[in-house]
């Protein structure tokens, strides 16, 4: 049997990723190629805003966010991290309108900047 969560489990995951991105520190989404593991891999970090949740959905609004690219390859993965930590919160998909996370290319040289193209979101399992 699969397992499942309840609404109220699912509203409340929701309410985690916004509390850990809003307690008084701001979250980063760090877009790095496949080999992203720490710094290993990263191609560009973006400042998130604030999180805000629906049921169990946990979203951060793009607001023309972007960031200017440390490296150079292929976007594969995108890390949601804790600024003050670097702990990751969540991790997703990277692409041009699909993935988890849009962003403007997923073909990255160092110095492009790069900008997110839809609100990062999250949804609790089911």
Same mark, same amino acid.
């Given at each position: 049997?699969?397992?499942?969560?309840?609404? #109220?489990?699912?509203?409340?995951?929701? @309410?985690?990723?916004?509390?850990?991105?809003?307690?008084?520190?701001?979250?980063t989404l760090v877009i790095g190629d496949s080999s992203l593991?720490?710094?290993?891999?990263?191609?560009?970090?973006?400042?998130? @805003? @604030?999180?805000?949740?629906? $049921? *169990?959905?946990? #979203?951060? *609004?793009?607001? $023309?966010?972007? %960031? !200017?690219?440390?490296?150079?390859? #292929?976007?594969?993965?995108?890390?949601?991290?804790?600024? *003050?930590?670097?702990?990751?919160?969540?991790? %997703?998909?990277?692409?041009? $309108?699909? %993935?988890?996370?849009?962003?403007?290319?997923? !073909? &990255?040289?160092?110095?492009?900047? &790069?900008?997110?193209?839809? @609100?990062? #979101?999250?949804?609790?399992?089911?």
């Amino acid at each position: 049997m699969a397992t499942t969560h309840s609404a #109220t489990a699912r509203n409340d995951m929701a @309410d985690a990723i916004a509390a850990l991105c809003n307690a008084g520190s701001q979250c980063t989404l760090v877009i790095g190629d496949s080999s992203l593991n720490g710094e290993t891999g990263v191609l560009v970090k973006i400042s998130l @805003d @604030d999180f805000t949740v629906s $049921g *169990p959905v946990a #979203t951060s *609004p793009s607001n $023309g966010n972007s %960031g !200017t690219a440390t490296g150079s390859g #292929t976007a594969a993965i995108a890390e949601v991290r804790d600024d *003050p930590t670097g702990n990751v919160i969540f991790t %997703g998909s990277v692409g041009v $309108g699909s %993935g988890e996370v849009q962003i403007s290319s997923t !073909t &990255i040289a160092e110095d492009d900047e &790069i900008e997110l193209t839809a @609100d990062v #979101t999250w949804t609790a399992p089911s």
